[in-house]
């Protein structure tokens, strides 16, 4: 599965982007979709994860109330919504994949990762 990330840039603090994330390839299904973001010389961190099947939703404490994940089961789609954003946000922003696929005639489970997205929010 190859997934592209989209809707980077460059913000004002207190305005908002939103992340659009595309997945395609063989056939697969989604299990958990989620974004993480790793800003210059620190470690990538968990923003917010969505499980497809049910839609239930996960945030970091650091943007919960701010961010929001959500999916389109038809386009194999996860958006991330980022409100009220901060310098602090500035960051890469990539979109991760766990889903259910088959390997050599056999069920898997993989995990994916996107090319990542720039985020910049000014002061």
């Known amino acids: 599965v190859q997934l592209v990330e989209s809707g980077g840039g460059l913000v004002q603090a207190g305005g908002s982007l939103r992340l659009s994330c595309v997945a395609s390839?063989?056939?697969?299904?989604?299990?958990?979709a989620g974004w993480f973001r790793q800003a210059p010389g620190k470690e990538r961190n968990f923003l917010a994860a969505?499980?497809?099947?049910?839609?239930?939703?996960y945030y970091a404490d650091s943007v919960k109330g701010r961010f929001t994940i959500s999916r389109d089961n038809a386009k194999d789609t996860v958006y991330l919504q980022m409100n009220s954003m901060r310098p602090e946000d500035t960051a890469v922003y990539y979109c991760?994949?766990?889903?259910?696929?088959?390997?050599?005639?056999?069920?898997?489970?993989?995990?994916?990762w996107g090319q990542g997205t720039q985020v910049t929010v000014s002061s």
């Open positions: 991760n994949a766990h889903y259910y696929t088959v390997v050599d005639g056999a069920p898997a489970i993989l995990d994916s």
């Open positions: 390839g063989r056939t697969f299904s989604y299990d958990v």
């Open positions: 969505i499980r497809w099947s049910t839609g239930l939703t």
